[in-house]
């Protein structure tokens, strides 16, 4: 294995999202999205009369949500969501020259929610959040969660 001796590090990030919002009737909207991410870290060197970079690892992120607001009485709004995201880690060894990109860990996220927001007054609300985190891993044993989450606002 060969290893490039600097001290100049970089990391980089990039996001890309996209989403949409499809009005169907007054009362209910339907929000589909998606969003891609791409992260890197390596060591910056001098060769050849430029900067160039020797990636250590790198991260891909695939995220796709399906959200919907449903109205269906003054007082009384839901929205219920679901997410689901891969994340893709590898690592880089740099071997007789070449480069070799080796998978290092695989997620798998899966989370389903559903808020329910009472507006008693124009000045406050309760709100009610449910949400179910499955996440499935390569290097972790799979798990399950559960959150619930109640606010109170009052403006007075």
């Known amino acids: 294995r060969q290893t490039i001796n600097t001290r100049n590090q970089i990391f980089r990030r990039g996001t890309s999202s996209t989403k949409l919002e ?31 970079q020797a990636t250590g690892w790198d991260r891909r992120y695939h995220r796709i949500e399906m959200k919907a607001d449903y109205n269906f009485m003054k007082a009384f709004y839901f929205e219920p969501s679901h997410i689901w995201e891969l994340r893709k880690e590898y690592n880089h060894s740099f071997i007789d020259g070449s480069v070799f990109r ?16 009472w507006s008693f007054e124009s000045s406050g609300n309760i709100t009610l959040n449910y949400s179910r ?9 799979n798990s399950m969660s559960e959150f619930i989450n109640i606010s109170v606002r009052y403006i007075f």
């Open 22 to 52: 499809w009005r169907l009737s007054p009362a209910f909207t339907f929000m589909p999205g998606y969003m891609y991410r791409y992260e890197d870290y390596g060591k910056l060197y001098w060769s050849e009369n430029n900067w160039q």
């Open 102 to 117: 080796q998978r290092k860990n695989r997620d798998l996220k899966m989370t389903t929610g559903l808020t329910i927001t």
């Open 133 to 141: 985190r499955d996440w499935q891993s390569s290097n972790i044993a």
